[in-house]
T-cell receptor, first 112, second 111 residues
Framework: NAGVMQNPRHLVRRRGQEARLRCSPM?????VYWYRQLPEEGLKFMVY????????ESGMPKERFSAEFPKEGPSILRIQQVVRGDSAAYFC??????????FGQGTRLTVV | KQEVTQIPAALSVPEGENLVLNCSFT??????LQWFRQDPGKGLTSLLL?????REQTSGRLNASLDKSSGRSTLYIAASQPGDSATYLC??????????FGTGTRLKVLA
C-alpha cells in the first residue's frame, strides 16, 4: 500500500515557464489537498479537491495557479508563467473521510 | 476562521528530558487534530490523530491530549532522544476535512 506519491521531487523552471506537479493519493482516498511551504514558513492551505470537483480553493492565488483531480489519474497542480516567488515546497496530502491526512514527500520547485 | 498557534516556536533540551509541546486553536468545532513531524527538507510524517470525541492518543513515547473546550492540545514526548530533533506541527480539521496548520515547534535534542 504505497503512500501519497508526488512527482517530481525536485523541479527547476525558468521564469515564465509552466510547472506541473503531480500527486497520486493513497489507495482508497478520495480527498486531496495541496499545501505550499515557503522557506522558513509554515504550511499554507491552497486547495482541496475530490474526484472531478474543487471543494475549496480559497488558499490558491487567483491567477496563474490551477488544480484538478480527474476521474482517472493523479491530481495536478499547475503553475503558469512561474515567477521567483513561486519557489517553494509543494505538498500534497490525501485522506479518507475524517481518518487523518497523509502527506507526500513534496515537490521542491525552484524558479531561476 | 480557524487559527492554530504553537508554543514554543523553538526548543532545545538535553537528551533524556520529558517535554511538552503546545498547540492552541481558536475554533473548537473541529473534526480531529493531528500531530506531524517534519525533518529538514522532508515531507510530513503523521504521529498521532485525535478525533474530536477523544481526549488523548498514545504511541510509544508520544502522548497527545485534546481539550476542545479550551482549544488546546499538547504533545508529550517522554525520554527525548537526539533522533526526536525535528519540527513538530499540529493541524486541525473541520467538517470539510481541510487541515489548518500551526507554525510548528522546532525541537533540538542535544546528545
Amino acid at each position: 500500500n504505497a503512500g501519497v506519491m508526488q512527482n517530481p521531487r525536485h523541479l527547476v523552471r525558468r521564469r515564465g515557464q509552466e510547472a506541473r506537479l503531480r500527486c497520486s493519493p493513497m489507495k482508497g482516498h478520495s480527498h486531496v489537498y495541496w499545501y505550499r511551504q515557503l522557506p522558513e514558513e509554515g504550511l499554507k492551505f491552497m486547495v482541496y479537491l475530490q474526484k472531478e470537483n474543487i471543494i475549496d480553493e480559497s488558499g490558491m492565488p487567483k491567477e496563474r495557479f490551477s488544480a484538478e483531480f480527474p476521474k482517472e489519474g493523479p491530481s495536478i497542480l499547475r503553475i503558469q508563467q512561474v515567477v521567483r516567488g513561486d519557489s517553494a515546497a509543494y505538498f500534497c496530502a490525501s485522506s479518507d473521510r475524517g481518518q487523518g491526512a497523509f502527506f507526500g514527500q513534496g515537490t521542491r520547485l525552484t524558479v531561476v | 476562521k480557524q487559527e492554530v498557534t504553537q508554543i514554543p516556536a523553538a526548543l532545545s533540551v538535553p537528551e533524556g528530558e520529558n517535554l511538552v509541546l503546545n498547540c492552541s486553536f481558536t475554533d473548537s468545532a473541529i473534526y480531529n487534530l493531528q500531530w506531524f513531524r517534519q525533518d529538514p527538507g522532508k515531507g510530513l510524517t503523521s504521529l498521532l490523530l485525535i478525533q474530536s470525541s477523544q481526549r488523548e492518543q498514545t504511541s510509544g513515547r508520544l502522548n497527545a491530549s485534546l481539550d476542545k473546550s479550551s482549544g488546546r492540545s499538547t504533545l508529550y514526548i517522554a525520554a527525548s532522544q537526539p533522533g526526536d530533533s525535528a519540527t513538530y506541527l499540529c493541524a486541525t480539521s473541520s467538517g470539510t476535512y481541510k487541515y489548518i496548520f500551526g507554525t510548528g515547534t522546532r525541537l533540538k535534542v542535544l546528545a
